[in-house]
């Protein structure tokens, strides 16, 4: 009876500790998962930017900006567009009706891209991390909720900027020298800009 009374209490040991091996390989293989869903950072680029206002540098430490409007540019974003936003941003660039009235899941329908909506009001660089990370990436919120989906691993980043610059293209003057100046607002102030050159001029 002793004898298999210390066995099983040798058993529960064993079995102890498995689990807690068990649970501690669990955690540790969560944590690196949750880890390399974190957005990518240049660590380097991260340690140079710190203390600039995070506003100029984007989530990812790259600025983004859009090239000059070519028609052929603007035709491949025009058919990546009908392809992968039309969906939701509707084929005439139109949206979603009430699209700034959140639905009953708390969440924004998709706004228009035309000159009625808002995404003229972005920089470039913003645009852009929109599309491809995601708004809460690209807003630095981590809780921010949305339909918009990140289009990282669909869209190449000059596939981003061609449908960028097919939607710029349909901007009247007023929003586009109202977007030129959103960039400027963003640049003006960039690490790289300060690094080399005068700063006066801007
Ligand atoms: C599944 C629906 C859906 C698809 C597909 C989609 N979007 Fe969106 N998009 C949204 C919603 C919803 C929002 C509003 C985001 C929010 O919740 O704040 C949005 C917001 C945006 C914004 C920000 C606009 C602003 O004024 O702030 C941009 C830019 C954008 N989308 C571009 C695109 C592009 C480019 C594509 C295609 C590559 C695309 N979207 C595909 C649903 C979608």
């Not at 066995?7 to 529960?12: E, G, K, N």
């Not at 500790?17 to 690196?32: E, M, P, Q, R, Y």
């Not at 969440?107 to 995404?119: K, R, S």
């Not at 293209?169 to 790289?192: D, V």
Request: charged share 20%; glycine share 6%.
């Amino acid at each position: 009876m002793r004898l298999a009374g210390s066995f099983s209490l040798a058993t529960t040991k064993i079995v102890t500790s498995a689990i807690v091996i068990v649970a501690f390989g669990l955690l540790l293989s969560f944590s690196t998962w949750i880890a390399a869903k974190e957005p990518l950072m240049n660590p380097e680029l991260m340690e140079k930017l710190a203390g600039e206002p995070v506003v100029n540098v984007g989530s990812d430490g790259l600025l983004v900006q859009l090239p000059e409007d070519t028609p052929e540019l603007i035709s491949t974003g025009v058919a990546l567009y009908g392809k992968y936003c039309s969906v939701c941003h509707g084929s005439n660039l139109q949206g979603q009706t009430n699209w700034q009235i959140a639905d009953e899941f708390g969440l924004l329908p998709a706004p228009p891209h035309d000159a009625t909506g808002h995404t003229w009001h972005h920089a470039d660089d913003q645009l852009f991390e929109i599309v491809k990370y995601g708004p809460a990436v690209a807003m630095r919120d981590p809780d921010y909720r949305s339909r918009m989906p990140a289009f990282e691993s669909l869209l190449a980043d000059d596939e981003i900027l061609s449908i960028l610059l097919y939607l710029r293209s349909t901007w009247p003057k007023i929003q586009r020298q109202w977007q030129k100046g959103a960039n400027e607002a963003q640049t003006g102030n960039q690490w790289w800009r300060k690094e080399t050159t005068d700063t006066s001029e801007h």
